[in-house]
């Protein structure tokens, strides 16, 4: 096979091309998509496929994940190689548990085409039986979305689908319909129309598949390796994170590295859904390559992994923002500066634009940075107020009451640079050595005086960690270089976002 070292290694090139509308047209009467690698990638007979089904479910190694599962990233391979973690993947969700729809998202690896194709024709046949296509769904996408369609041919050869619905009918007690889409190029534009689409639908009541293979062709060492990579970026739920992690891993000279997960742009769409909700964390399930099968290869495998998102109860949510949020705390503090200095007056936010984590009270620090040099920096550890409202109110006393600088004026608008810290709660520390430098910022107090250092002060002067302590309390504190020894110490930890620096 003709190697290319690529982000699309395994799915095609991100050219488009369009086809005519005869070919997206829906047929007369209901045409159901029949078996395409029954016998290949499966078994061909049902009593087999039902025994093997049964096998790899003993066989499975599922997660004790508490919340319902709401999306499900599973590997599309043949079942000897990737039916394990396949079926760890589904036996992680309890069997009765209720959806009203599966929606199994998958990249095309044979037709190409631009946009996403639905299967609205018919329902989809295994040796297993009929899996109901919800076709008014299905339509409702057509109608509604012009990149959305029914391409008989995006359906027809593609294996990532068919796959995964003998696992569907195999583990649950009452099979819901499915809403099977085939995504026609790997391209981030097509994951974020695709996901705004289906975003009504992402919600608690419906599962999504994820239909992916990880790491193609690479020694086994190699594999584990990248594919870690790639999934601890998916664990994150930042889809920027794990778009430069796939570009990491596309740019190093790995050997036999086709790509680094062949269904990306599928994942892709999972994440800038998963993204905006707040209440679901994605979790492992299971890593396996196909070098762990009786009939593998070391010397040339596929990853695999299930990875799960399930919801989360409020009280073990991580604090953390998303991109959204983080975009909306941005234009929050400038068009509050802008206002401010121009006025003396504070914008209003309106409430409906603010999530419960922007509402949350939470510490923040807010820098600004002109021609690459600070220029006012203030924060609140201990807020009685929203996490919005300490930013507005950070925004401001670092632009005016910052005692290094003089206050911000007008003319100097234009070349600011914001940069938010949102801090986690302050944490008590007995030793210095648990202080870690560039991971936590630190915080000391002693007789009435306080001082701390942001996280992102260890990158920037090289100090260690006893030097920023050391500094800390001299010229932070004012209790003198050795004061920390004697001062309550507290760490915390930042998310740290800000505007593109000005030129």
């Given at each position: 096979?003709?190697?290319?070292?690529?982000?699309?290694?395994?799915?095609?090139?991100?050219?488009?091309?369009?086809?005519?509308?005869?070919?997206?047209?829906?047929?007369?009467?209901?045409?159901?998509?029949?078996?395409?690698?029954?016998?290949?990638?499966?078994?061909?007979?049902?009593?087999?496929?039902?025994?093997?089904?049964?096998?790899?479910?003993?066989?499975?190694?599922?997660?004790?994940?508490?919340?319902?599962?709401?999306?499900?990233?599973?590997?599309?391979?043949?079942?000897?190689?990737?039916?394990?973690?396949?079926?760890?993947?589904?036996?992680?969700?309890?069997?009765?548990?209720?959806?009203?729809?599966?929606?199994?998202?998958?990249?095309?690896?044979?037709?190409?085409?631009?946009?996403?194709?639905?299967?609205?024709?018919?329902?989809?046949?295994?040796?297993?039986?009929?899996?109901?296509?919800?076709?008014?769904?299905?339509?409702?996408?057509?109608?509604?979305?012009?990149?959305?369609f029914y391409y008989e041919k995006a359906h027809n050869r593609e294996h990532s689908i068919e796959v995964q619905i003998p696992f569907i009918q195999y583990h649950f007690e009452e099979v819901p319909p499915i809403v099977p889409l085939v995504m026609g190029t790997s391209s981030l534009a097509n994951a974020r129309e695709l996901a705004a689409a289906l975003l009504p639908y992402?919600?608690?009541?419906?599962?999504?598949?994820?239909?992916?293979?990880?790491?193609?062709?690479?020694?086994?060492?190699?594999?584990?390796?990248?594919?870690?990579?790639?999934?601890?970026?998916?664990?994150?739920?930042?889809?920027?994170?794990?778009?430069?992690?796939?570009?990491?891993?596309?740019?190093?000279?790995?050997?036999?590295?086709?790509?680094?997960?062949?269904?990306?742009?599928?994942?892709?769409?999972?994440?800038?859904?998963?993204?905006?909700?707040?209440?679901?964390?994605?979790?492992?399930?299971?890593?396996?390559?196909?070098?762990?099968?009786?009939?593998?290869?070391?010397?040339?495998?596929?990853?695999?992994?299930?990875?799960?998102?399930?919801?989360?109860?409020?009280?073990?949510?991580?604090?953390?923002?998303?991109?959204?949020?983080?975009?909306?705390?941005?234009?929050?503090?400038?068009?509050?500066?802008?206002?401010?200095?121009?006025?003396?007056?504070?914008?209003?936010?309106?409430?409906?634009?603010?999530?419960?984590?922007?509402?949350?009270?939470?510490?923040?620090?807010?820098?600004?940075?002109?021609?690459?040099?600070?220029?006012?920096?203030?924060?609140?550890?201990?807020?009685?107020?929203?996490?919005?409202?300490?930013?507005?109110?950070?925004?401001?006393?670092?632009?005016?009451?910052?005692?290094?600088?003089?206050?911000?004026?007008?003319?100097?608008?234009?070349?600011?640079?914001?940069?938010?810290?949102?801090?986690?709660?302050?944490?008590?520390?007995?030793?210095?050595?648990?202080?870690?430098?560039?991971?936590?910022?630190?915080?000391?107090?002693?007789?009435?005086?306080?001082?701390?250092?942001?996280?992102?002060?260890?990158?920037?002067?090289?100090?260690?960690?006893?030097?920023?302590?050391?500094?800390?309390?001299?010229?932070?504190?004012?209790?003198?270089?050795?004061?920390?020894?004697?001062?309550?110490?507290?760490?915390?930890?930042?998310?740290?976002?800000?505007?593109?620096?000005?030129?």
């Amino acid at each position: 096979m003709k190697r290319y070292n690529s982000l699309f290694g395994c799915l095609f090139t991100a050219l488009l091309f369009a086809f005519g509308n005869s070919e997206a047209q829906q047929p007369a009467a209901p045409v159901h998509r029949q078996p395409a690698f029954a016998g290949t990638f499966y078994p061909a007979a049902k009593p087999a496929l039902e025994s093997q089904l049964q096998k790899l479910f003993q066989a499975a190694k599922p997660a004790d994940l508490a919340g319902k599962i709401q999306t499900l990233i599973v590997p599309h391979a043949g079942y000897v190689y990737s039916g394990v973690v396949a079926a760890s993947g589904y036996k992680t969700i309890p069997v009765d548990t209720p959806y009203k729809n599966i929606f199994i998202i998958a990249s095309s690896h044979r037709e190409q085409f631009n946009g996403v194709s639905v299967y609205s024709a018919g329902n989809y046949i295994t040796p297993l039986g009929e899996a109901r296509v919800n076709r008014e769904i299905a339509n409702t996408l057509i109608s509604s979305h012009q990149n959305i369609f029914y391409y008989e041919k995006a359906h027809n050869r593609e294996h990532s689908i068919e796959v995964q619905i003998p696992f569907i009918q195999y583990h649950f007690e009452e099979v819901p319909p499915i809403v099977p889409l085939v995504m026609g190029t790997s391209s981030l534009a097509n994951a974020r129309e695709l996901a705004a689409a289906l975003l009504p639908y992402f919600t608690p009541e419906n599962l999504f598949i994820i239909s992916s293979d990880f790491s193609h062709y690479p020694s086994y060492k190699d594999a584990i390796r990248i594919d870690k990579i790639t999934a601890d970026a998916i664990l994150t739920k930042d889809p920027e994170k794990f778009y430069n992690a796939l570009r990491k891993s596309s740019g190093k000279s790995v050997k036999n590295l086709s790509t680094p997960s062949c269904g990306w742009s599928s994942i892709m769409t999972m994440l800038y859904m998963a993204d905006r909700r707040e209440d679901m964390e994605l979790s492992p399930v299971l890593y396996r390559n196909s070098g762990d099968s009786k009939v593998g290869d070391k010397e040339r495998v596929v990853g695999y992994w299930a990875i799960a998102g399930h919801e989360i109860s409020p009280e073990d949510r991580p604090f953390a923002l998303n991109s959204h949020e983080k975009e909306l705390l941005l234009d929050i503090s400038r068009s509050t500066l802008e206002s401010y200095i121009s006025t003396g007056e504070l914008t209003e936010i309106p409430g409906k634009s603010l999530t419960s984590t922007l509402r949350h009270p939470a510490g923040a620090f807010v820098s600004l940075y002109m021609g690459g040099r600070l220029r006012g920096c203030i924060g609140n550890f201990s807020p009685d107020k929203p996490l919005y409202a300490v930013v507005q109110e950070m925004t401001i006393a670092a632009a005016t009451h910052d005692n290094r600088f003089a206050p911000v004026e007008s003319t100097e608008l234009s070349y600011i640079t914001i940069e938010i810290s949102m801090l986690t709660p302050l944490k008590k520390i007995n030793s210095m050595d648990e202080f870690q430098p560039g991971l936590h910022g630190i915080y000391m107090t002693k007789d009435g005086r306080s001082g701390t250092y942001l996280p992102q002060v260890a990158e920037q002067t090289g100090w260690s960690a006893e030097d920023l302590l050391g500094h800390c309390a001299r010229e932070k504190a004012g209790i003198g270089w050795d004061g920390w020894k004697e001062a309550d110490l507290y760490v915390y930890e930042a998310i740290i976002f800000g505007e593109e620096k000005k030129k």
